[in-house]
């Protein structure tokens, strides 16, 4: 990917996640970035929907890769689940509970109202998806139970401003996810 493409989808990627998608606007976008206006009309030609669906899409990307690397560091399941929900959350602790949502913010925002945008968020769940169920067996009702656990314990992480929702979540799935995979 381009450089400077990469560097207002990041841009983009984490204005979305501290102030959400309505309350973003270009000029904020092209400011984040640091990258000339005619970078990002150059690189996203149909305005801001088109940055919001390719955020969504890059952000998802990045997740599931992040998602994977966290699941690799226990051979267990259950255990690597547990550590990869631990691992998020020190990270919002971190940010001052600013990060952990650019796309969590996306789907909330466009389930109604962006259909482009919205597809793009569904396309990078089941991405995301898709990672934990390469290391629950395969079982696709395990990883989406996950990630919807993980998703929502982020986000009360996030209001509370405090780790402990993602740290039961974490210490919750480990004892479910045990019990079911064995």
């Known amino acids: ?5 990469e560097k207002i989808l990041e841009a983009a990627a984490r204005l979305f996640e501290k102030q959400g998608y ?3 606007g270009l000029n904020e976008i092209i400011r984040e970035s640091s990258t000339p206006k005619g970078s990002l009309y150059y690189y996203f030609p149909e305005g801001k929907e088109q940055i919001g669906a390719e955020t969504a899409l890059w952000s998802g990307a990045q997740m599931t890769e992040r998602i994977r690397f966290g699941l690799s560091q226990a051979e267990n399941p259950a255990e690597a ?3 990869l929900a631990l691992g998020i959350s020190g990270a919002i602790e971190q940010s001052g509970f600013a990060a952990g949502g650019p796309l969590m913010m996306l789907a909330a925002e466009s389930a109604v109202s962006r259909e482009r945008v919205n597809a793009a968020c569904r396309e990078a769940y089941a ?7 390469e290391k629950l067996s395969g079982d696709v009702g395990l990883a989406e ?7 929502g314990a982020i986000l009360l992480s996030r209001v509370q401003h405090s780790g402990e929702p993602l740290r039961r979540a974490a210490e919750h799935l480990y004892s479910y996810l045990k019990e079911k995979l064995g």
């Not at 990917?1 to 493409?5: D, E, S």
């Not at 991405?127 to 169920?133: L, N, P, R």
């Open 1 to 5: 990917m381009n450089p400077a493409k």
């Open 22 to 24: 309505h309350a973003t």
């Open 127 to 133: 991405q995301m998806q898709g990672a934990f169920a």
């Open 81 to 83: 689940v547990r550590l």
């Open 145 to 151: 139970f996950a990630l919807a656990t993980l998703e």
